[in-house]
Nanobody
Framework: QVHVAESGGGLVQAGGSLRLSCAAS????????KAWFRQAPGREREFVAG????????SYADSAKGRFTISRDNANDTVYLQMNSLKSEDTAVYFC?????????????????WGQGTTITVSS
């Protein structure tokens, strides 16, 4: 059975940094894209960042560009999200997603497996 687990969330002051990790088990996911989505209270889930199967191609939402960095370690089937210069509007539950395809898609419909989410609260 596939299991996707995020870690690294928490409370941070505005301007601070956090690093999220996501480990997938119960399958082999080295050949599909992975991504991070987030959902703030009262809002729809939105794409934050994605990385293709090789790790060479990344994609970011405009809100994340220049502040967040996504990377992956295929040897350990893990994906990371380094978040710097955090803002109050980054407060949300962050979800790791394992894709259906090698390339990156921004729609949640192109992702097969999801973690339970980890909460990030940025205080101003």
């Amino acid at each position: 059975q596939v299991h996707v687990a995020e870690s690294g969330g928490g409370l941070v002051q505005a301007g601070g940094s956090l690093r999220l990790s996501c480990a997938a088990s119960g399958g082999t996911f080295k050949h599909v894209a992975k991504a991070w989505f987030r959902q703030a209270p009262g809002r729809e889930r939105e794409f934050v960042a994605g990385v293709d199967w090789s790790g060479d191609i990344t994609s970011y939402a405009d809100s994340a560009k220049g502040r967040f960095t996504i990377s992956r370690d295929n040897a350990n089937d893990t994906v990371y999200l380094q978040m710097n210069s955090l803002k109050s509007e980054d407060t949300a539950v962050y979800f790791c997603a394992v894709g259906k395809f090698p390339g990156i898609y921004t729609s949640h419909l192109h992702y097969d497996y999801w973690g339970q989410g980890t909460t990030i609260t940025v205080s101003s």
